[in-house]
């Protein structure tokens, strides 16, 4: 019950139990990663050897991989980074496009137009990526057999995985510029316009400006959803792996705690990005 | 002041279609299209080398071969359970931070509740292995505490499963939830009890009533997100995991059978559309409006 209300003291007792209980349930299989990322042991498991880096630092001559030697998984954070970056540059210009379509045009079918932006949302990832895959498949051959051309970027890889991704993560980027859009005072353009502004000048100075928090936000959460996917990339995928699918593939096999390293690198990352964007959001000016 | 002059029809109207191209190419070369391509593809049978026919036959596979609609029923059973558990898990810290704490503390518990989500879920996924796993670190806990003389598997069973999917949708409840719940009046819940209200009553009668639409909305996407999930029950449940999307991936990359694959993605499509559906109207809401929320 809530603070105004007699509370028992062992109701008392047993919320702060619960919390405590639910904190430790969240955060030690995260403990654990970042833990055993310096066990000096060919494992991740216990018992505690010592401590190392080598998991980051090693070399051949060591007899372990650490991170920054392990060519193929630092290959695949690059490979990772690049798609992500296609993604975000994409989601967040579509997005601010549909925002202004959404929130300033008329036009007929509109409604209908705006229900069918949201549903990328409640297709599951695995269906995302398998229609399109073959959807691209029956353009590749229908390229080869009309005009003998062989297309192969319609074939399973990296172009893939950017669109795949893209078709939903717009989804998410149209819903945050959208709602932006929408608290904009537009008297201040009037105004603008009034002062003898051209409507590239208003743009340019006064509307952009205004969206920038949303536009940086979107940006944000575009390339972490994007770096973190799985289940759309894993259909779409060719010969280049991303990060998550080169991880899961030596999660299957066993792997060295290098997979440790590279997880707390990715959870430093993580945070880095969640604290930034969690304190702008505080910031009065936003 | 100087009037704007109106600009022409057939300038406005052009415009218009460029600030529309991006959203028509996006929804329909990728989304619309490839799903009505997706249940052609399910419609045919192939009778020879690139030779198709129209037929049922794939929806017939899955109805005929116990192992395809046991493996679909119990994604399904499971799902649903993850996401009962998941509100039940959910609810008492939603409360907490809507609640109970105040001011900084409670914006600091939620901040903690959201941080390990930002976090890749194949990283979480390796920490619960590392936990579970019969070298890992629980049972090697059991042992030293006495409680087992063996260290025990704890992974792969459909108990460490459901924890993974859990863990892994937390977020997805709490968010909606407490949203919902700081909209709840205090006065409302101080009234129900001068009138005599017992906890379970005020629960059951103010409580859950107002919070409805952050329950549904809450309940929709959980169920959703963990149908589709993959990561989770294939890497903690192991070859026993048994779970819809492995199969779809089976067919599709493994087999090369994409007619049957198709029509598999279609009747777990047609399954999670039909879940947000009754979501929806069980609790008669909009479906923009939960989007909006979740």
Known sequence: ????????????????????????????????????????????????????????????????????????????????????????????????ANAFA??????PGKGAL?????????????????????????????????????????????PLVVLGQFSYIAAIATLTISARLKRFDRTLEDAALNLGASRPAVLWTITLPYLRPALIGSAAIAFLMSFENFNTTLMLVGADSPLTIMMYGRMREGATPVLNAVSLFLMVASAVIALTLIRRGRSPES | MPEAPAAAPWYRRLMLGLLLAPALLWLFALIVLPHVD?????????????????????????FGEPLYWRVFVRTAVLSALATALTLLVAFPIAWTIAKLARGRMSALLF???????????????????????????LPALLVHLGLTTQPVELL???????????????????????????????????????????????????????????????????????LG?????????????????????????????????AAFGFL???????????????????????????
């Open chain 1, 1 to 96: 019950m809530i603070p105004t209300l007699p509370r028992p003291a062992w109701l008392r007792a047993a919320t702060a139990l619960y919390v405590a209980a639910f904190l430790m349930f969240l955060f030690l299989p995260l403990a654990v990663v970042a833990v055993f990322a310096f066990n000096d042991a060919p494992y991740p498991a216990p018992p505690w050897h010592g401590f190392t880096l080598d998991w980051f630092l090693g070399n051949e001559a060591a007899g372990r991989i650490g991170l920054f030697r392990d060519s193929e998984l630092l290959g695949s954070i690059w490979t990772s980074s690049i798609v992500a970056l296609w993604v975000t540059g994409l989601s967040v210009a579509v997005g601010t």
């Open chain 1, 102 to 107: 959404m929130e300033r045009a008329q036009f």
């Open chain 1, 114 to 158: 705006s229900m069918l932006m949201l549903t990328p949302l409640v297709i599951p990832g695995v269906i995302l990526g398998i229609s399109i895959l073959a959807f691209a498949s029956r353009l590749a051959e229908l390229c080869s057999d009309l005009f003998a051309v062989e297309a192969d970027f319609l074939r399973p890889g990296l």
């Open chain 2, 38 to 62: 997706l249940a052609l593809l399910s419609f045919r049978e192939r009778v020879a080398p690139r030779q198709y026919v129209a037929s049922l036959a794939q929806y017939r596979t899955f």
């Open chain 2, 111 to 137: 901040v903690v509740c959201l941080i390990p989500f930002w976090v890749s879920e194949t990283v979480r996924t390796l920490g619960w292995m590392i936990l579970l796993r019969e070298s890992g670190v």
């Open chain 2, 156 to 226: 792969y069973h459909d108990a460490t499963i459901l924890v993974g999917l859990v863990y892994t949708s937390l977020l997805f409840m709490v968010v909606p939830l407490v949203g919902n719940l700081e909209s709840l009046d205090n006065a409302l819940i101080e009234a129900a009890y001068d009138l005599g209200g017992k906890g379970w009553s005020i629960l059951r009668e103010i409580v859950i009533p107002h919070a409805a639409p952050g329950i549904t909305a809450g309940c929709i996407v959980v169920f959703m997100l963990t």
């Open chain 2, 229 to 261: 999930n993959y990561l989770t029950p294939t890497l903690l449940g192991g070859k026993n995991s048994l779970w819809f999307t492995e199969q779809i991936y089976t067919q599709f990359i493994t087999r090369f059978n994409w007619e049957q694959g």
């Open chain 2, 268 to 294: 777990l499509l047609a399954l999670s559309t039909a879940m947000v559906w009754l979501g929806l109207k069980v609790s008669g809401q909009r479906f923009s409006d939960v989007m909006r929320r979740a």
